[in-house]
């Protein structure tokens, strides 16, 4: 059974910083693309960023560009995001994903097969 369960959220002020991580039992993140999405309360979900092991590539959203990061590190079944200079407007649900490498554009949610419970960040001004 596949388990993504997400840890790290929290309450912060604008640039603060924050690091999630996504643990994953039941598969071998290297062998998966990893999406990070978040939902806003009101909003659709939408694309954060996401890592291609095979490829080493990882792939960010416009409006975290610069500031989201995830670091790779093979030695462990984890997928972390690293959240700097946070601003309210990323106040929302943060998910982990995993899909297989061919899936289709690495932004669409529906291509993804596993999902997480989610990690909630609320960033205040």
């Known amino acids: 059974q596949v388990q993504l369960v997400e840890s790290g959220g929290g309450l912060v002020q604008a640039g603060d910083l924050l690091r999630l991580s996504c643990a994953a039992s039941?598969?071998?993140?290297?062998?998966?693309?990893m999406g990070w999405f978040r939902q806003a309360q009101g909003k659709e979900r939408e694309f954060v960023a996401a890592?291609?092991?095979?490829?080493?590539?990882?792939y960010y959203a416009s409006s975290v560009k610069g500031r989201f990061i995830i670091p790779r590190d093979d030695t462990k079944n984890t997928v972390s995001l690293q959240l700097n200079s946070l601003k309210p407007e990323d106040t929302a649900n943060y998910y982990c994903?995993?899909?297989?490498?061919?899936?289709?554009?690495?932004?669409?949610?529906?291509?993804?097969?596993?999902w997480g419970q989610g990690t909630q960040v609320t960033v205040s001004s």
């Open positions: 994903a995993a899909r297989r490498p061919a899936s289709g554009p690495l932004y669409n949610p529906p291509d993804y097969e596993y």
């Open positions: 039941g598969l071998t993140l290297r062998s998966r693309v």
């Open positions: 890592i291609t092991w095979s490829g080493e590539g990882t």
